[in-house]
């Protein structure tokens, strides 16, 4: 039963941010916000000045048991840029917490790596409780001014919770970025989980103006279609993401972002 549960629920969830969902995560090669503690830890480097991110994501397929809530901090220094981060997911009769700490550097001109550390719990009313810990990692490189590529694999050490394999699963995802104009970037990645097939994933962001951006994408073997819109005004960006899955329905998440200057 407990094998059950959490397969039931650790698949109906999404990574943060808005911004990335509206891309279907397509862009691990160039995911330049503080949501990138989540995906691709690296691209961090990409930070001016601090961030603070919340998340919300209230009922995944018009289910409010499966509501998803996370919260992002990163800070760069001369020696790297730290973040942390946590992850709420779930009910009162099955529950999640995240807690993240991560670490990113640039190597060399172009080249940057980064490792997150996850202390991830579960709880099942009547069942009781785990606790797993392990590892992602990411590296993104500039290839030139207007293509980057990235890399992230998830949960290297293939932690799982009680004797049950692949309870959290291990993900690599690859990509490219691709910047025709400066307003606009095209995304396109791959991911691979273990014992399921290949996931392939698009992305368009248009920054419309300087306050408005436009986002769309979609994911093959997942089969969802995803769009959102930004807004920027000073120190803040507003983000919305729509993700419709062809099976289980439409999704509607939300995030807010402040960048200290």
Known sequence: MLFLLLNGFLYCQFDPGAKQISLSHSNVANDNDVFALFNNVSCL?????????IFYSPSPYGLKELSTANIAYAEPFNFGTLSVGGMRYGF?????????????????????????????????????????????????????????????????NRATFGNEKDQIPSIIRTGFSYYPLKELSINCAVD??????????????????????????????????????????????????????????????????????
């Open 45 to 53: 480097t990409q930070l001016k000045s601090g961030e603070v991110g």
């Open 192 to 261: 691979k989980e273990t014992s399921l097939k290949e996931n392939f994933l698009f992305g368009i962001n248009y920054d419309v103006i300087k306050y408005l951006s436009l986002r769309s994408g979609f994911s093959t073997e997942v089969r969802q279609i995803s769009a959102g819109i930004g807004l920027h005004y000073s120190i803040f960006n507003i983000d919305y993401a729509f993700v419709n899955h062809s099976d289980l329905g439409p999704t509607h998440q939300a995030g807010v972002i402040i960048r200290f200057k």
């Open 92 to 156: 009162n009769l099955y529950s999640e917490y995240n807690f993240l700490l991560g670490f990113s550097r640039i190597i060399t001109n172009g080249l940057s790596i980064g490792i997150t550390l996850n202390y991830h719990t579960v709880k099942i009313k009547n069942y009781g409780s785990d606790y797993s810990v392990y590892a992602d990692v990411g590296l993104s490189f500039k290839i030139i001014k207007e293509v980057y590529w990235g890399f992230s694999f998830r949960n290297i």
